[in-house]
């Protein structure tokens, strides 16, 4: 069955730190990642996606995600957390069938604390 | 274009009514999703449409559950007869390639 996990309920971090929201994925294939955020009462923004290429991905508000095939993981990260970078955190995954997008699979999602 | 839009953003109804959510999804995009979040079970795909057909539905709770798309800029979801189990906020988005975007959802209380 088609899978994806964020291991974490919710993440702490200090304002000024490095954060990491971890990601895995189980799809047969070569699938299409993304990662997505929602701040409260808010519909989900677009961060970023792998589709191809350089593992290391970079996206939006200085967010970054490294794709691992062989541990078929795609963890979120950015080097310096703001406080307003709080908010749930959600990665997705896509089975690539024939170049089309096909459903989007959502991780339960991450809560992500960044305190001052 | 502004955006995926959804209709209405905040919905409260009885239990045993019929409750219908609408969707606009941005221009020029071919593929529309419905998707469900509760704190419980997280984001779930209901159903998502190419070109208006209906692909997959295989997320629809129930029969209570119905989805359309008679065109291409106007979606809805239908439930009857609602019950309070179907209190979640229900989300639609459209996609033209590999990027998703979503509306700011429907916020359903059924009492």
């Known amino acids: 069955a088609q899978s994806v996990a964020q291991p974490e309920d919710q993440v702490n971090v200090a304002e000024g730190n490095p954060l990491t929201v971890k990601c895995t994925y189980s799809?047969?294939?070569?699938?299409?990642l993304f990662w997505y955020v929602q701040y409260p009462n808010r519909g989900l923004q677009f961060l970023l996606k792998y589709i191809t290429g350089d593992n290391l991905v970079k996206g939006s508000y200085g967010f970054e995600a490294e794709f691992n095939k062989s541990q078929t993981s795609f963890h979120l990260k950015k080097p310096s957390a703001l406080v307003s970078d709080s908010a749930l955190y959600f990665c997705a995954v896509s089975p690539s069938y024939g170049g089309s997008q096909g459903n989007l699979i959502f991780g339960k999602g991450t809560k992500l604390s960044v305190k001052p | 274009d502004a955006g995926v839009i959804q209709s209405p953003r905040h919905e409260v109804t009885e239990m045993g009514q019929e409750v219908t959510l609408r969707c606009k999804p941005i221009?020029?995009?071919?593929?529309l999703f419905w998707y469900r979040q509760t704190m419980m079970r997280g984001l779930e795909l209901l159903i998502y449409?190419?070109?208006?057909?209906?692909?997959?539905d295989s997320g629809m709770p129930e029969d209570r559950f119905s989805a359309k798309m008679p065109n291409a800029s106007f979606s809805t979801l239908k439930i009857q007869p609602s019950e309070p189990r179907d209190s979640a906020v229900y989300f639609c988005?459209?996609?033209?390639?590999?990027?998703?975007?979503f509306g700011q959802g429907t916020r359903l209380t059924v009492v």
């Open positions: 449409f190419n070109n208006n057909v209906p692909i997959d």
């Open positions: 221009s020029g995009h071919d593929y």
């Open positions: 799809v047969s294939g070569n699938p299409y």
């Open positions: 988005a459209s996609s033209l390639s590999s990027q998703a975007f």
